[in-house]
């Protein structure tokens, strides 16, 4: 029998506000245990939770981003459980009423082709504290520095049906919510993770299998991991006469295999129900065009508009396109400059981005910033330099603060673009190689390189390469 | 100085009659004196109220403030030990909270505190603010200064009993279904609810997040107007605190209420309410319409359906609210727990009482899948069916009248074995809550030498009418000033 995967996935983006979902609290990474929880983070009795506004500006962005339905009166719910981590006994989330509702994105897969992802909901609530259970020998430590920390949780619909198409999504998503600002993706300190839900189901069967959750998937290989090895087990399941139970299942990345958290019996009763302490959050038309007014074009309709305006190719705007950053750098690049976009776009995948790669450096931290490599573009365009020299001059440029032409000027890198000065190595290297010319004659044309390079290097690599091309095969021919 | 009202000694010390100092100590030898019989009071803490009302004298001395800028200098006062005082413990009512201190201080007492007050203590009360007797704190029954063998009301009991027995001239509580209102009138005080989001709810220990509101007990309508005017107000700390302009309430006390339209409901008159309150009732309605009032019946249907309601929505939020007192960050734990589940149940076991734990399953069962729906689902729609209700009477009328309790004062230990007959005490008080209304009860009288409460209920952020009705009232009636014997 043939089997379909079905998997949705739940995402946690952890929003980039500066304190805390509900609280005045700081939301830095790394401080030392409790140190950023306040008497509301704590939970201590008779405080009073406080939206901050900051959250909901980023939860509408990521509505407008996925061309949702935004709730204009959306509501906060408290999730009741007992855990030392979650200080009130309740976490407030979202039930009901989510602030951004269906939505959708449309995601490139690897083989070139695009497939449309719903998106269910989307909704506010505060992330839980840490149990930390390897510091003491006999008890659990509790760091609330993480309680209430602001998360947006993304749930698709079951409309992947590969680990592959859930992996594109989670990236989709992931560049996406760093593109509009939201959240900074970072998946080793939580700031971005995924729960997948995972069913099989016989090929052409409609109804859904019985799905397990696999929780907290913090990057995009484990992700993958965990959904293959799952895939396995349910279909071995199924194909020995067995069934999937429901449950919650955690993923074990050094032995990669999934294991049984709790099952569905065990699952707590969450009594959901609307937070008194917080009346509806309502939300006008004013402030969703005011947030749409600040929002960054998105990476969709950039992308379009690099293929129309600049003429670059599918694969060079996705190249561009993986953050928003490098986007922005290549526009930086070709600001005031007349050269082809093309040229750019060639640069900044290649030798920039081997550079950065090289550096382990970001593009927002890399030495040669836009404007820079545009005046050294523009110096390759203009002829002043071949684009060999250019590499070259751009790893002296790496580093200093010179400008491309300085570094042209002092070390004497300027094309040479006399004909006479390059006839005359040409003819020295004729003269030099004689067998090479005969055999050359003889229509062993593949030896042109040979006269190429050789002419080159009396040049130092300076001899402007069409002029060199065309004058060394007329001065063969009649050699 | 204990006769006078709170008006009075703020003109005497705006006159230099006396000090705050000397006032203060004056209640502080009362406390002393009375309180270990009554029971009124979980702490007193006499050096910082001394400290309190030497700042307050100096205060008067530096700047002179006039009477009008700030009227509660140097008053003393008692807090209900449901709001959170930094610097000192606070435990509502209950072992969980035992030796509980908060880093912080709640939006009310910072506000009485700018506005000069002086804290003597604070008061005793039924745990987490659950009962209508005072029978459930974890410090011990308050005793009704009126008659000792019975209970003075509750929530806010400790509150009531000790303004009665003239331990402070006013005090604060909490109402959440009657909980100021049901204690005034069985101490023959005044005491008002305000509108839901007219006072801070923040660093006052949460019962019913939708329902809980602060406001004064004090022996006077006006005393209630002055202390009020000093807590209302919006605050950032409290999402569901409300921005509406705080307005004067003593602008207006002294004018007539020619004209003022006071409805009875004839639901409030049927079975269940004793005969002796439902005559001096009807005898306080009649003196309203001597005042000018003029009296219309109406109805409110869904009267009967308010105490049901009333105890889902109640308990299912107290079920959450109470969560964070897990024995893990702060209040009771345990001894030597063997693992977190035994941390949990014996921490929670043995830190709340037995009321709290019934409300805590109620509500817990009210939320539960399956349940939610059949109960708290369905609450929240009586309980608006109940708003319909006084939408639409207060349409023909401006405030609406009646008892504030079913029967006067009972005897301590009457019904602690039967948690249904203690609910319906809250017959007239909880749909107050249950529409965010403001509410205000006053004594109108007596039964057996006990004090017997008029309620009246008005518009939402309409508390200026309220006061203003029972100040007239007041004027020509005494029942206000009337003292407990044994208080001298």
């Not at chain 1, 079951?158 to 989709?172: F, G, I, L, T």
Request: charged share 25%; with cysteine; hydrophobic share 40%.
């Amino acid at each position: 029998m043939s089997w379909e995967t079905v998997i949705g996935l739940e995402i946690h983006a952890q929003l980039a506000t500066r304190s805390k979902i509900f609280s005045g609290a700081s939301t830095a990474f790394g401080a030392e245990p409790n140190t950023q929880a306040c008497a509301v983070d704590l939970g201590l009795p008779g405080v009073l939770p406080v939206v901050n506004a900051g959250v909901v500006n980023m939860a509408v962005r990521f509505g407008l981003a996925t061309d949702a339905h935004i709730t204009k009166r959306s509501q906060f719910a408290r999730k009741n459980y007992f855990y030392p981590d979650l200080p009130k006994g309740y976490q407030i989330s979202q039930m009901a009423l989510p602030i951004v509702g269906e939505g959708a994105v449309t995601v490139s897969l690897p083989d070139g082709t695009e497939k449309k992802i719903n998106i269910t909901r989307a909704h506010l609530e505060e992330d839980a504290g840490k149990s930390v259970h390897d510091l003491f020998d006999d008890c659990t430590g509790v760091d609330l520095n993480r309680a209430g920390t602001p998360l947006l949780e993304i749930v698709s619909e079951p409309d992947m049906r590969s680990a592959v198409e859930a992996v594109a999504y989670a990236r989709q998503i992931h560049a996406l919510v760093r593109y509009i600002d939201i959240c900074d993706g970072n998946m080793q300190e939580g700031s971005f993770r995924c729960d997948a839900n995972v069913s099989v189901r016989p090929s052409g069967q409609t109804e859904l299998g019985t799905r397990a959750e696999i929780k907290n998937l913090n990057s995009f290989r484990f992700l993958e991991r965990a959904i293959l090895y799952e895939v396995d087990r349910q279909i071995d399941l199924l194909e020995s006469g067995q069934s999937v139970v429901q449950e919650t299942r955690l993923y074990d990345s050094d032995k990669d295999e999934t294991r049984s958290m709790r099952s569905k019996e065990e699952a707590n009763d969450y009594r959901y129900f609307p937070d008194p302490d917080l009346p509806p959050l309502v939300i006008d038309n004013a402030f969703i065009d005011s947030v749409k007014a600040e929002m960054p074009e998105l990476p969709q309709l950039r992308r379009a508009r690099f293929i129309n305006d600049y003429k670059l190719s599918s694969t060079d705007a996705s190249a561009l396109m993986g953050d928003k950053a490098t986007a922005e750098y290549f526009e930086a690049v070709l600001e005031g400059q007349t050269f082809p976009a093309k040229l750019a776009a060639n640069w900044i995948i290649g030798e920039l981005s081997g550079r950065l790669n090289k550096e382990n450096c970001t593009i927002e931290n890399a030495s040669v910033q836009a404007p820079r490599l545009g005046q050294l573009l523009a110096r390759i365009d203009d002829g002043t330099i071949s684009g060999k020299i250019g590499k070259q001059v751009f790893d002296d440029m790496w580093g200093t603060d010179a400008s491309a032409d300085d570094i042209i000027e002092q070390k004497g890198l300027k094309q040479i673009t006399d004909s006479s000065a390059i006839e005359a190595m040409i003819d020295d290297v004729i003269a030099a190689n004689p067998s090479q010319v005969a055999e050359y004659q003889g229509g062993k044309e593949k030896l042109l390189s040979f006269f190429v390079g050789a002419v080159m290097k009396a040049s130092k690599g300076k001899a402007n390469p069409g002029q060199l091309n065309q004058i060394l095969r007329d001065k063969l021919k009649n050699a | 100085m204990y006769e006078k009202t709170l008006a009075e000694q703020s003109r005497m010390l705006a006159n230099g009659e006396c000090s705050s100092t000397e006032l203060t100590k004056h209640y502080l030898d009362r406390i002393a004196r009375l309180d270990t019989d009554l029971n009124s009071l979980v702490s007193v803490d006499a050096d910082s109220a001394l400290q309190g009302a030497e700042d307050a004298d100096r205060k008067r001395k530096s700047s002179a403030p006039s009477n009008a800028e700030m009227p509660l200098l140097g008053v003393p006062m008692v807090h209900k030990d449901i709001f959170c005082v930094a610097g000192g413990r606070t435990t509502c009512g209950s072992r969980m909270l035992e030796h509980f201190n908060a880093p912080y201080s709640a939006t009310v007492v910072n506000k009485l505190n700018d506005a000069g007050m002086v804290m003597l203590g604070k008061a005793n009360m039924d745990e987490f603010a659950m009962g209508s007797s005072n029978e459930n704190s974890y410090f011990g029954a308050v005793k009704n200064p009126w008659k000792r063998d019975c209970v003075p009301g509750g929530s806010s009991g400790g509150s009531a009993a000790l303004v009665a027995a003239r331990l402070a001239p006013v005090a604060t509580g909490t109402d959440t279904g009657g909980s100021i209102r049901q204690p005034a009138a069985f101490c023959g005080l005044t005491g008002i609810k305000p509108t839901y989001g007219r006072v801070s709810r923040y660093g006052m220990i949460a019962f019913a997040s939708s329902l809980d509101q602060a406001g004064p007990l004090a022996t006077t309508a006006e005393d209630c107007a002055m202390v009020l005017q000093a807590m209302a107000g919006f605050d950032e700390r409290d999402s569901t605190s409300s921005n509406e302009p705080v307005p004067n309430y003593m602008a207006d006390l002294d004018k007539p209420i020619n004209g003022l339209k006071i409805g009875v409901p004839e639901e409030y008159f049927s079975a269940g309410l004793d005969d002796g309150v439902a005559t001096q009732v009807r005898a306080a309605l009649a003196e309203f319409e001597k005042l000018g009032a003029k009296l219309k019946s109406i109805s409110l249907p869904n009267q009967s359906m308010c105490i049901p309601a009333y105890y889902v929505v109640a308990p299912a939020e107290a079920s959450s609210n109470l969560s964070r007192f897990d024995g893990v960050r702060f209040g009771y734990r345990c001894e030597d727990p063997v693992d977190l589940d035994d941390l949990y149940t014996r921490s929670r076991g043995e830190g709340f009482g037995a009321e709290v734990k019934r409300r805590i399953l109620i509500g817990t069962y009210a939320l539960s899948a399956g349940y939610y729906d059949a109960y708290y689902l369905q609450a929240l729609k009586v309980r608006r069916l109940i708003s319909d209700d006084f939408d639409a009477a207060f349409k023909e009328v401006d405030v609406i009248a009646g008892p504030t309790t079913p029967t006067p004062a009972f005897q301590t230990g009457a019904k602690t074995d039967d948690p249904i007959a203690m609910y319906l005490n809250d017959l007239y008080t909880v749909s107050a809550n249950l529409c965010g209304l403001p509410a205000i009860s006053m004594s109108c009288g007596e039964v057996d030498d006990l004090p017997v409460g008029l309620q009246l209920t008005g518009k939402h952020f309409d508390e200026a009418r309220l006061l203003h009705a029972a100040h007239s009232y007041q004027q020509t009636t005494d029942w206000h000033r009337r003292m407990p014997a044994g208080i001298e």
